[in-house]
C-alpha cells in the first residue's frame, strides 16, 4: 500500500527549492538527503532529495535535476509516496498507523458485525469513521440497504481489543453512538 507522505507545493526562490506540505511524522528521516521518493503521478519520479531545511514552519525541498523556479513548478501538486511495507511497526502495542486500521472489521463484544473502519481522523481527538452497511429493519422493501458512516473516539474504553492478525477491531459503544435509534 502507498502512503502519502508529503505534497509538493509552490517553488520557492529561483533555485528550484519547493515547499513541501509534510504528511508523516518523521519528516527528518523521510525526506534525509539522498532519499529516493516514489511519486504520484509515476511520471513524475522517482525524486532524489538532494537538501531539505525549515523556513518560518514550513519544510523547503530541493530535489536533484532540478535546478531552476520553471523546474520547480513542474512539481506542483506531486505527491510524494512511500511503501507500507517500509515502516517498522510501531513499538508500543497499543499504537497503530492510519492504514493498519482502516479495513478492519468492527464488531461488538459480542462478535456482532458492525461494519468497517473506512478512515482514521486526527481533529484534536482520533476518531474511527466506521462505514455501517444496512442495519437490520434498515432495508425493509428497499433494494438497496442503507449505508451510513458513525464516528467512535479511538479511546481504550471504546475501543478496547484490536486484533491486526484476525482483521478485527471491538467496539464496546454506549447506545446510540453507532446507531442513532438506539438512543436512550
Known sequence: ???????????HGLRGDVSVEVRTD???????????????????????????????G???VRFEGVTDRDGAEELRGTMLVIDSDDIPP???????????LIGLTVVKP???????????????????????GGR???????????????YVP???ALVPEIDLAKGVLVVD?????LDPDEMV
Do not use: N
Not at 459503544?173 to 453512538?177: K, Y
Open 1 to 11: 500500500m502507498q502512503l502519502v507522505v508529503g505534497r509538493i507545493g509552490r517553488p
Open 154 to 156: 479511538f479511546v481504550k
Open 58 to 60: 514550513i519544510l523547503l
Open 90 to 100: 510501531p513499538e508500543d502495542p497499543d499504537e497503530f498507523y492510519d492504514h493498519q
Open 26 to 56: 518523521e519528516p527528518d528521516r523521510r525526506f534525509a538527503p539522498g532519499t529516493a521518493l516514489v511519486t504520484d503521478p509515476a511520471s513524475t519520479g522517482p525524486l532524489v532529495i538532494e537538501s531539505r531545511r525549515w523556513h518560518s
Open 173 to 177: 459503544a454506549p447506545a446510540g453512538l
Open 136 to 150: 437490520p429493519g434498515a432495508a425493509r422493501g428497499a433494494a438497496v440497504a442503507e449505508v451510513a458512516e458513525v
Open 110 to 132: 459480542d462478535g456482532e458485525p458492525v461494519g468497517e473502519v473506512s478512515d482514521v481522523l486526527h481533529h484534536g481527538q482520533d476518531l474511527l469513521v466506521v462505514r455501517r
